[in-house]
């Protein structure tokens, strides 16, 4: 249970709410390149930490994040011309460049330097792995962080991204609860009889089916929380999963590459919306577009990168699949796993209520990230830097940021066994060129 002033002090997320402005002490994504896919196309509306922004990209391919709000009368932007390396509102024909400068008051007398004297709110942006991210904190905006999924090349990457209709610390606290794998996702064996939770060769998903109460260990680390959820699989070995809490809204595991894994991004929108940004990487092998869309989504993404599966239409649950569907939501075994996902966080309502909850021993994690959240919250009040901010370019690597799914012996220690795998990669990102942002 979290009391009733704590639960909203972790979700609001406005300018000038606590959590909101521990926010903002990151680069945060905020849409997809391919929204704004050439220079001088039309403006797209984005609404981000409750805050209403128009971006646009300008005659030189370079990335806008304005107030929608034009500051003369305070129409929107988004109706705006995008032309000639700035953006003129159609109102009184003001025209700002990605930094918020005015270029342009021709109603002005001539001579004027009225346009010198304003500067519209702007932030700046990067843009990384086919995303646009987004500074939106006060002072210099610290290092962007070059975490390995987004530094390789493009065709070794896919990004996804669903809109959701609730706060963002749902989908955050779904993500790093390692038991609802073994209901949630799971499918049961045929109605004939010929097929086993044993029969599956999905990697880990045998052992998630046949062993639905796992022994879970958490350790805080400088960027947030390692989970390690261990689980029997006889002749003496153990399924081992670690996935990662990251400050301040992310989260790492195994996805449906072998080399690699998968990062959800839960991005407030406001305060009852969110989006996930979904990112799969791998190291080895190319991840074609066509592909992982039909693996992750099934077909199932609209172009407004909301699920056709939606709670008008009871997310297209089917009973009679739940013969072999833990859930009966998803045309087939293993089918859009985003889709219960989404099912589950919306069902909480649009900011849950947590004073009504009973935590169990399972949710460790999830106890865990809430004082970490809370804490971090506090110490930026007190004017301390947010944990896990990147100033130094030195300090802008996270080998430790280790995703695993593997069988190992039932008596290794598992918290060792990952601590020498940190070993490999340190020795590894040593011996490599830096990775540049």
């Not at 006060?138 to 493009?154: H, N, R, S, W």
């Not at 799969?280 to 609209?302: C, G, H, I, N, Q």
Request: aromatic share 10%; charged share 25%.
């Amino acid at each position: 249970m979290l009391p009733k002033e704590l639960n909203e002090l972790i979700t609001r997320t406005d300018r000038g709410a606590p959590m909101g402005e521990f926010m903002r002490r990151y680069w945060l994504p905020a849409f997809l390149s391919e929204e704004i896919p050439e220079p001088d196309s039309p403006p797209i509306q984005v609404r981000l930490l409750g805050e209403e922004l128009v971006a646009f990209r300008d005659s030189q391919g370079r990335v806008g994040l304005l107030d929608e709000h034009c500051s003369h009368r305070g129409t929107s932007l988004f109706y705006g011309r995008n032309e000639e390396c700035g953006l003129r509102c159609i109102y009184h024909g003001w025209k700002y460049d990605v930094e918020g400068r005015v270029l342009d008051t021709p109603a002005e007398p001539a001579g004027s330097t009225f346009k010198d004297r304003v500067r519209h709110t702007a932030y700046p942006c990067r843009e990384v792995g086919e995303m646009i991210f987004a500074y939106m904190g006060t002072g210099e905006p610290p290092e962007f962080p070059a975490y390995e999924f987004l530094m390789v090349p493009g065709e070794y990457r896919h990004i996804g991204k669903i809109h959701h209709e609730c706060n963002y610390l749902q989908g955050n606290e779904g993500n790093i609860d390692p038991v609802h794998l073994s209901f949630l996702h799971a499918f049961v064996p045929p109605p004939d009889g010929n097929g086993s939770a044993d029969s599956y060769d999905i990697p880990g998903v045998s052992a998630m089916v046949s062993a639905r109460s796992p022994d879970i260990d958490i350790e805080a680390t400088d960027y947030g929380i390692r989970i390690y959820t261990l689980r029997e699989v006889g002749d003496d070995r153990q399924y081992l999963r670690v996935t990662n809490f990251v400050y301040p809204n992310l989260s790492a595991f195994t996805g449906p590459t072998d080399d690699g894994y998968t990062v959800n991004w839960h991005v407030p929108v406001d305060d009852t919306h969110h989006c996930k940004y979904m990112i799969t990487f791998s190291r080895s092998a190319t991840l074609p577009r066509e592909m992982m869309d039909k693996v992750l989504f099934s077909d199932e993404l609209e172009p407004d990168y909301r699920l056709n599966r939606n709670r008008d239409n009871r997310y297209r649950q089917n009973r009679e699949a739940m013969r072999w569907s833990f859930t009966g939501i998803g045309d087939a075994p293993g089918c859009c796993f985003p889709a219960q996902d989404v099912w589950v966080v919306e069902g909480e309502g649009p900011v849950q209520d947590r004073t009504q909850e009973h935590l169990s021993s399972t949710d460790k994690a999830i106890i865990l990230m809430r004082k970490l959240l809370l804490r971090a919250v506090q110490e930026v009040q007190e004017g301390k830097e947010a944990p896990h901010v990147v100033r130094a370019p030195s300090a802008n690597g996270f080998p430790q940021l280790v995703v695993l799914s593997e069988e190992i012996p039932s008596t290794a220690d598992h918290r060792a066994h990952v601590r020498a795998r940190i070993d490999e990669r340190r020795k590894q990102a040593s011996a490599q060129p830096a990775l540049k942002a």
